[in-house]
T-cell receptor
Framework: NAGVTQTPKFQVLKTGQSMTLQCAQD?????MSWYRQDPGMGLRLIHY???????DQGEVPNGYNVSRSTTEDFPLRLLSAAPSQTSVYFC???????????FGQGTRLTVV | GESVGLHLPTLSVQEGDNSIINCAYS??????FIWYKQESGKGPQFIID?????DKRQGQRVTVLLNKTVKHLSLQIAATQPGDSAVYFC??????????FGPGTRLSVLP
């Protein structure tokens, strides 16, 4: 049981490039979400999903897309990277929306 | 004592002492709260939770206190150990909404 697995751990992008951050969980959790963590701020919700085929926007969705084709996977796509997207990104899963989150190890993204 | 770091407030305690980490939450209607621990370079980990119909909950070496009157949450760690050094943050859940996370407090355990 690996929990929540994120790849890659580190990434450097040039402005305008696109990429996908991968997230997979093996706990059969319905609820998954993506957060970004910036210095001095709490985790901010980017997008979330309450089950396969269902996604919704969080607090800071602009510049990001998600899809949820299976229960296990919830990739986050940066369409055209900007320096403002330099951050640490965390994927999380929950049994239900209103329970504790299990987080991945994070992806540190730098956009130059 | 407490000091303000570059980004996060920092609490420094002596090994073996008790630690008290505070969190002011924003929504008086929030009915569920969670404390997380985040070690350097890792993802946050669940420590303990409490629902709004309680004012205290105890775990192993940790206690969470909830004061709804002043919208305040605290995490007490007994006999603080070097492995407790991390950033601790609280999360509140307003009814019908997603969790809202606080910025956190860095706990530094001195030998």
């Amino acid at each position: 049981n690996a929990g929540v697995t994120q790849t890659p751990k580190f990434q450097v992008l040039k402005t305008g490039q696109s990429m996908t951050l991968q997230c997979a969980q093996d706990m059969n959790h319905e609820y998954m979400s993506w957060y970004r963590q910036d210095p001095g701020m709490g985790l901010r919700l980017i997008h979330y999903s309450v089950g396969a085929g269902i996604t919704d926007q969080g607090e800071v969705p602009n510049g990001y897309n998600v899809s949820r084709s299976t229960t296990e996977d919830f990739p986050l796509r940066l369409l055209s990277a900007a320096p403002s997207q330099t951050s640490v990104y965390f994927c999380a899963s929950r049994r239900q929306k209103n329970t504790e989150a299990f987080f991945g190890q994070g992806t540190r993204l730098t956009v130059v | 004592g407490e000091s303000v770091g570059l980004h996060l407030p920092t609490l420094s305690v002596q090994e073996g002492d008790n630690s008290i980490i505070n969190c002011a939450y924003s929504n008086s209607a929030s009915d569920y709260f969670i404390w997380y621990k985040q070690e350097s370079g890792k993802g946050p980990q669940f420590i303990i939770d409490i629902r709004s119909n309680m004012d205290k909950r105890q775990g192993q070496r940790v206690t969470v206190l909830l004061n709804k009157t002043v919208k305040h949450l605290s995490l007490q760690i007994a006999a603080t150990q070097p492995g407790d050094s991390a950033v601790y943050f609280c999360a509140e859940r307003p009814p019908g909404q997603n969790f809202v996370f606080g910025p956190g407090t860095r706990l530094s355990v001195l030998p």
